[in-house]
Nanobody, 124 residues
Framework: HVQLVESRGGSVRTGGSTTLSCIYS????????LYWYRQAPGKAREVVAQ???????SYNNFVRDRFTVSKDNSRSALYLRMNGLEPEDSGEYLC???????????????????WGRGTQVTVS
């Protein structure tokens, strides 16, 4: 089955940067999407970034060009580089995966079916 293990987060000063990593395994086929989600205390879990099977990247609006998601297939790793961090970015960050599809001219994602355990990021 799919396993996702996030690196340790930590505390960051306002305006600072950090990079999260996620090592994945057990992905059953290439038509899989990878995601970063986050959840702040008392708030709903929200998607931060998404990587489609063809490598297309997309971000939630609150990212505002501050975050960059990348994937290294040779290392089975997903990364999230976060710059210009604000206290509102604090929360638990989770790596996730789920099946995608290929329409020939584009790919897409059906949604998440596997979650990592999450890692805490605190910005102050």
């Amino acid at each position: 089955h799919v396993q996702l293990v996030e690196s340790r987060g930590g505390s960051v000063r306002t305006g600072g940067s950090t990079t999260l990593s996620c090592i994945y395994s057990g992905i059953p086929h290439t038509l899989y999407c990878l995601y970063w989600y986050r959840q702040a205390p008392g708030k709903a879990r929200e998607v931060v970034a998404q990587v489609e099977p063809d490598g297309t990247l997309s971000y939630n609006n609150f990212v505002r060009d501050r975050f960059t998601v990348s994937k290294d297939n040779s290392r089975s790793a997903l990364y999230l580089r976060m710059n210009g961090l604000e206290p509102e970015d604090s929360g638990e960050y989770l790596c996730a995966a789920g099946p995608g599809y290929d329409l020939g001219t584009s790919t897409g994602c059906y949604g998440v079916d596997s979650w990592g355990r999450g890692t805490q990021v605190t910005v102050s």
